[in-house]
Protein backbone atom coordinates (compact mmCIF):
# COMPACT_ATOMS: atom_id res chain seq x y z
CA UNK A 1 0.00 0.00 0.00
CA UNK A 2 1.32 3.77 -1.17
CA UNK A 3 1.07 6.67 1.44
CA UNK A 4 1.27 9.45 0.00
CA UNK A 5 1.92 12.74 2.16
CA UNK A 6 0.40 15.50 1.22
CA UNK A 7 1.88 18.76 2.68
CA UNK A 8 -0.41 21.78 3.43
CA UNK A 9 0.25 23.87 0.43
CA UNK A 10 -1.92 26.38 1.10
CA UNK A 11 -0.85 26.88 4.82
CA UNK A 12 2.84 27.09 3.99
CA UNK A 13 2.17 29.90 0.90
CA UNK A 14 0.14 31.68 3.83
CA UNK A 15 3.16 31.37 5.66
CA UNK A 16 5.54 32.78 3.14
CA UNK A 17 3.26 35.72 2.44
CA UNK A 18 2.97 36.75 6.05
CA UNK A 19 6.83 36.54 7.02
CA UNK A 20 7.54 38.37 3.39
CA UNK A 21 4.72 40.94 5.09
CA UNK A 22 6.24 41.11 8.24
CA UNK A 23 10.05 41.62 6.80
CA UNK A 24 9.03 44.37 4.42
CA UNK A 25 6.80 45.99 7.63
CA UNK A 26 9.66 45.50 9.77
CA UNK A 27 12.07 47.25 6.62
CA UNK A 28 9.48 50.44 6.40
CA UNK A 29 9.42 51.10 10.20
CA UNK A 30 12.83 50.56 10.20
CA UNK A 31 13.15 53.22 6.94
CA UNK A 32 11.00 55.25 8.79
CA UNK A 33 12.80 55.36 12.48
CA UNK A 34 15.96 56.29 9.97
CA UNK A 35 14.33 59.00 8.29
CA UNK A 36 12.73 60.39 11.47
CA UNK A 37 16.30 60.29 13.53
CA UNK A 38 18.27 62.17 10.53
CA UNK A 39 15.53 64.40 10.75
CA UNK A 40 15.57 64.99 14.39
CA UNK A 41 19.31 65.24 13.98
CA UNK A 42 19.20 67.87 11.49
CA UNK A 43 16.74 69.89 12.93
CA UNK A 44 18.23 69.59 16.21
CA UNK A 45 22.12 70.55 14.19
CA UNK A 46 19.77 73.54 12.96
CA UNK A 47 18.26 74.53 16.39
CA UNK A 48 21.79 74.65 18.00
CA UNK A 49 22.98 76.43 15.42
CA UNK A 50 20.33 79.26 15.81
CA UNK A 51 20.37 79.49 19.17
CA UNK A 52 24.33 80.14 19.23
CA UNK A 53 23.90 82.99 16.61
CA UNK A 54 21.01 84.11 18.94
CA UNK A 55 23.71 84.24 21.80
CA UNK A 56 25.93 85.69 19.71
CA UNK A 57 23.47 88.75 18.97
CA UNK A 58 21.99 88.91 22.36
CA UNK A 59 25.82 89.84 23.35
CA UNK A 60 26.26 91.85 20.06
CA UNK A 61 23.35 93.65 21.20
CA UNK A 62 24.21 94.24 24.97
CA UNK A 63 27.58 95.83 23.80
CA UNK A 64 25.56 97.97 21.48
CA UNK A 65 22.84 99.08 24.29
CA UNK A 66 26.51 100.39 26.54
CA UNK A 67 27.21 102.48 23.57
CA UNK A 68 23.97 103.70 22.90
CA UNK A 69 23.90 104.55 26.58
CA UNK A 70 27.26 106.36 26.49
CA UNK A 71 25.91 108.20 23.73
CA UNK A 72 23.08 109.17 24.95
CA UNK A 73 24.90 110.38 28.14
CA UNK A 74 27.11 112.55 26.15
CA UNK A 75 24.17 114.04 24.23
CA UNK A 76 22.46 114.80 27.44
CA UNK A 77 25.83 116.42 28.88
CA UNK A 78 25.86 118.43 25.18
CA UNK A 79 22.45 119.98 25.85
CA UNK A 80 22.89 120.87 29.28
CA UNK A 81 26.40 122.91 28.59
CA UNK A 82 24.46 124.49 25.23
CA UNK A 83 21.42 125.57 27.46
CA UNK A 84 23.84 127.33 30.09
CA UNK A 85 26.09 129.01 27.65
CA UNK A 86 22.67 129.97 25.95
CA UNK A 87 21.31 131.15 29.57
CA UNK A 88 25.22 133.04 29.87
CA UNK A 89 24.35 134.82 26.25
CA UNK A 90 21.01 135.94 27.79
CA UNK A 91 22.32 137.22 30.08
CA UNK A 92 24.97 139.25 28.50
CA UNK A 93 22.48 140.70 25.92
CA UNK A 94 20.17 141.94 28.60
CA UNK A 95 23.21 143.30 29.93
CA UNK A 96 24.82 145.04 26.91
CA UNK A 97 21.30 145.65 25.72
CA UNK A 98 20.19 149.08 27.44
CA UNK A 99 23.33 150.30 25.86
CA UNK A 100 23.18 149.29 22.59
CA UNK A 101 19.27 150.90 22.64
CA UNK A 102 20.82 153.70 24.00
CA UNK A 103 23.96 154.11 21.31
CA UNK A 104 21.05 153.44 18.50
CA UNK A 105 19.24 156.51 19.72
CA UNK A 106 22.01 159.02 20.11
CA UNK A 107 22.61 157.86 16.21
CA UNK A 108 19.25 158.40 14.98
CA UNK A 109 18.59 161.61 16.86
CA UNK A 110 18.96 164.61 14.32
CA UNK A 111 21.09 167.76 15.06
CA UNK A 112 18.06 170.02 14.83
CA UNK A 113 15.98 167.56 17.66
CA UNK A 114 15.87 167.10 21.44
CA UNK A 115 14.42 164.43 22.99
CA UNK A 116 12.42 165.45 26.55
CA UNK A 117 11.38 162.12 27.44
CA UNK A 118 11.99 158.21 26.95
CA UNK A 119 9.53 155.88 29.01
CA UNK A 120 9.18 152.09 28.24
CA UNK A 121 7.05 150.09 29.88
CA UNK A 122 6.72 146.67 29.40
CA UNK A 123 8.24 146.91 26.08
CA UNK A 124 6.70 149.51 25.19
CA UNK A 125 8.13 152.48 24.28
CA UNK A 126 7.17 156.33 24.45
CA UNK A 127 9.84 159.45 23.24
CA UNK A 128 8.49 163.10 23.07
CA UNK A 129 11.04 165.67 22.16
CA UNK A 130 10.89 169.11 20.48
CA UNK A 131 12.11 169.56 16.89
CA UNK A 132 12.58 172.51 14.55
CA UNK A 133 10.56 171.34 11.56
CA UNK A 134 8.42 168.87 10.72
CA UNK A 135 11.14 167.38 7.90
CA UNK A 136 13.35 166.82 11.29
CA UNK A 137 11.02 164.58 12.80
CA UNK A 138 10.40 162.81 9.80
CA UNK A 139 13.87 162.10 9.51
CA UNK A 140 13.93 160.83 13.40
CA UNK A 141 11.25 158.52 12.49
CA UNK A 142 13.25 156.75 9.24
CA UNK A 143 16.82 156.60 11.26
CA UNK A 144 14.76 154.62 14.02
CA UNK A 145 13.32 152.49 11.89
CA UNK A 146 16.49 151.18 10.48
CA UNK A 147 17.59 150.26 14.29
CA UNK A 148 16.71 146.50 14.96
CA UNK A 149 16.19 147.55 18.58
CA UNK A 150 12.86 149.59 17.61
CA UNK A 151 9.85 148.04 16.17
CA UNK A 152 6.70 149.56 14.93
CA UNK A 153 7.35 152.99 15.39
CA UNK A 154 5.16 155.45 14.36
CA UNK A 155 4.41 159.18 15.19
CA UNK A 156 1.59 159.61 17.37
CA UNK A 157 1.11 163.40 17.03
CA UNK A 158 2.87 167.07 16.21
CA UNK A 159 1.95 170.20 18.32
CA UNK A 160 2.74 173.68 17.40
CA UNK A 161 4.90 175.01 20.75
CA UNK A 162 4.97 179.24 21.15
CA UNK A 163 7.31 178.93 24.22
CA UNK A 164 10.52 181.24 23.46
CA UNK A 165 14.02 179.64 22.78
CA UNK A 166 12.33 176.53 22.55
CA UNK A 167 11.93 174.41 18.96
CA UNK A 168 8.69 174.90 17.51
CA UNK A 169 7.67 171.56 16.85
CA UNK A 170 6.52 169.28 20.02
CA UNK A 171 6.43 165.48 18.93
CA UNK A 172 5.63 162.36 20.68
CA UNK A 173 6.54 159.06 19.21
CA UNK A 174 5.69 154.77 20.38
CA UNK A 175 7.31 152.22 19.17
CA UNK A 176 8.20 148.71 20.96
CA UNK A 177 10.78 148.25 22.31
CA UNK A 178 13.04 145.19 21.70
CA UNK A 179 16.64 144.46 23.65
CA UNK A 180 17.47 141.35 22.04
CA UNK A 181 16.17 141.49 18.39
CA UNK A 182 16.83 138.84 16.56
CA UNK A 183 18.69 138.88 12.74
CA UNK A 184 15.67 137.70 10.40
CA UNK A 185 13.90 140.61 12.32
CA UNK A 186 16.57 142.73 11.89
CA UNK A 187 16.40 142.70 7.82
CA UNK A 188 12.22 141.97 7.76
CA UNK A 189 12.39 145.51 9.63
CA UNK A 190 14.66 147.41 7.19
CA UNK A 191 12.74 145.67 4.43
CA UNK A 192 9.55 146.46 5.32
CA UNK A 193 10.07 149.71 7.01
CA UNK A 194 7.36 152.07 6.30
CA UNK A 195 7.69 155.84 5.35
CA UNK A 196 6.64 157.94 8.53
CA UNK A 197 3.42 159.75 7.99
CA UNK A 198 3.74 163.63 9.96
CA UNK A 199 0.59 165.45 11.18
CA UNK A 200 0.86 168.91 11.33
CA UNK A 201 -2.00 170.32 13.92
Not at 64 to 81: F, H, Q, T, W
Not at 167 to 175: E, G, N, V
Request: with cysteine.
Amino acid sequence: MIRINLLPVKELKAEVSRRRELTLGALCLGLTLTTVAGAYVVQYSRISGLESELKDLRAELAKLNVKAKGVADLEARIKEVKSKHQVIEDIDKKKSGPVRVMQSLSAATPGALWLTQFKETGGNLTITGVATDNQTIAEFLKALGTHTYFKNTELVETTQTDQPGVAPKRFSIKSRLQYQPALAQADADKTHAKAPVVKDN
